[in-house]
């Protein structure tokens, strides 16, 4: 038994152009007070999303703020390690040691965040209040 392939093309681009520009579309009329209407509600809506989004930034910083006015002594000591730490290996290694500060800081602040993540995550796992 022989299957043959049926003849089929897809119309080329050139004629679905040339279909599209035959339709018309009626023209939409809107009256110009129903424009400045739904500008006007775009723009509470947008402004609604920004006090929104800047709320819980605030909140944000409130919360880091307090983290690190409760623990600044031991953040700034593990910065001050880690730096230190970093200039040395880079050093050993002769490429400089201001690279390896910076890369050292990098990598605590990263440690820093990682940690303050999971530590909101315990809080909200547990149920802490």
Excluded: D, Q
Excluded at 33 to 50: E, Q, T
Excluded at 55 to 71: E, H, K, R
Aim: hydrophobic content about 60%; aromatic content about 12%; proline content about 5%.
């Amino acid at each position: 038994m022989k299957f043959s392939m049926p003849n089929f093309k897809l119309p080329s681009l050139s004629a679905l152009k040339a279909k599209l520009a035959e339709v018309k579309l009626p023209e939409l009329k809107v009256p110009k007070h129903a424009k400045w209407a739904m500008a006007l509600v775009a723009g509470l809506i947008a402004l609604g999303f920004v006090v929104y989004f800047g709320y819980f930034v605030l909140l944000l910083a409130v919360i880091v703020g307090a983290v690190v006015a409760s623990y600044w002594p031991g953040m700034l000591g593990f910065l001050l390690v880690s730096s230190i730490l970093g200039g040395a290996i880079s050093r050993k290694r002769e490429t400089g040691v201001l690279p390896g500060v910076c890369a050292g800081i990098f990598y605590a602040l990263l440690i820093a965040v990682v940690a303050l993540v999971g530590f909101a995550a315990y809080v909200v796992a547990t149920g802490a209040h």
